[in-house]
Nanobody, 117 residues
Framework: QVQVMESGGGLVQPGGSLRLSCVAS????????MGWYRQVPGKERGFVAS???????HYIDAVKGRFTISRDNAKNTVYLQMNSLKPEDTAVYYC???????????WGQGTQVTVSA
């Protein structure tokens, strides 16, 4: 049973940057697409970005040009580089397979990202 642990969140001012990390307890080689998701209070968790084993990426329009997803299968780790952060990016960020419902990976605790002046 693969487990994931997110880290790297924090409090930043608008325009700042953060890099999130997602470390899996097992190999992610067999997970073709890994993704990042985010959730704010009162709303359902939503998709943010994904990356396949061959490097294909997909982003929601709200983060295109600002966020970059990457993966290092040798380290069983997925990253999310977030630049030009906006207050509306404030959320708890999670990682999982993409689509998450296709896999049997439990959601981690997530990492809080707060963008505020």
């Amino acid at each position: 049973q693969v487990q994931v642990m997110e880290s790297g969140g924090g409090l930043v001012q608008p325009g700042g940057s953060l890099r999130l990390s997602c470390v899996a307890s097992g190999s992610i080689d067999s997970i073709n697409a890994m993704g990042w998701y985010r959730q704010v209070p009162g709303k359902e968790r939503g998709f943010v970005a994904s990356i396949t084993n061959n490097g294909g990426t997909h982003y929601i329009d709200a983060v295109k040009g600002r966020f970059t997803i990457s993966r290092d299968n040798a380290k069983n780790t997925v990253y999310l580089q977030m630049n030009s952060l906006k207050p509306e990016d404030t959320a708890v960020y999670y990682c999982n397979g993409a689509p998450a419902a296709y896999y049997s990976i439990s959601w981690g605790q997530g990492t809080q990202v707060t963008v505020s002046a």
